[in-house]
């Protein structure tokens, strides 16, 4: 198996901008989670789905971040509008029944 | 109060030596309990999982669980330079609580 796979994996873009974040999880895994990383806060759940289903937001920090799960294969996280303060590297993970959580390579978000 | 505390380091320690990473929880409902390694700029990769109280190895690194004490440890024997790293652990009932991270350098 490929693993998660997201993209971009580097994301450069202006205050204001609208961004999309991609994720397609491990095949078979039916739990996918969002989390967020800087070196201030460390790691930061900030949604889940279950089947597709959102299970809990309430780590998304304002109502400017969304996400998406419109099939068992594919995520999105949008930031619109993007701040200086959204800067870090973004993680999707998938999720076996054996609770064994996989991460993806990351993306990292510079908003300027 | 966290959920999960770990404690942030660095660490560094001479090629060879026995690491002891740890981390403590507060919620006893907690089941599964993870670490995980992460290379920089790198994604976290699952390094250990275990279920409940107990041992469990593999190679070289050995998780310990005492859920009486509600205290998770990582061992890494004949530590490598390849093992710098930040080990993070994770637990979960309902959710996945993540450690904030340990730093280890390995000396060569």
């Known amino acids: 198996d490929a693993g998660v796979i997201q993209s971009p994996r580097h994301e450069v873009t202006e205050m204001g901008q609208e961004v999309t974040l991609r994720c397609k999880p491990i095949?078979?895994?039916?739990?996918l989670f969002w989390y967020r990383q800087t070196m201030m806060r460390g790691l930061e759940l900030l949604i889940y789905f279950n089947n597709n289903v959102p299970i809990d937001d309430s780590g998304m920090p304002e109502d400017r971040f969304s996400a998406k799960m419109p099939n068992a294969s594919f995520s999105t996280l949008k930031i619109q509008p993007s701040e200086p303060r959204d800067s870090a590297v973004y993680f999707c993970a998938s999720r076996n029944r054996d609770y064994e959580q996989y991460f993806g390579p990351g993306t990292r978000l510079t908003v300027t | 109060q966290k959920e999960v505390e770990q404690d942030p380091g660095p660490l560094s320690v001479p090629e060879g030596a026995i690491v002891s990473l740890n981390c403590t929880y507060s919620n006893s409902a907690f089941q599964y309990f993870m670490w995980y390694r992460q290379y920089s700029r790198k994604g976290p990769e699952l390094l250990m999982y275990t279920y409940s109280s107990g041992n469990k190895e593999d190679g070289r690194f050995t998780a310990q669980v005492d859920k009486s004490s509600k205290y998770i440890s990582l061992f890494i024997r004949d530590s490598q330079p390849s093992d710098s790293a930040t080990y993070l652990c994770?637990?979960?009932?309902?959710?996945?609580?993540f450690g904030t991270g340990t730093s280890l350098t390995v000396i060569p």
């Open positions: 994770a637990m979960t009932g309902n959710q996945f609580y």
């Open positions: 095949s078979g895994h039916d739990y």
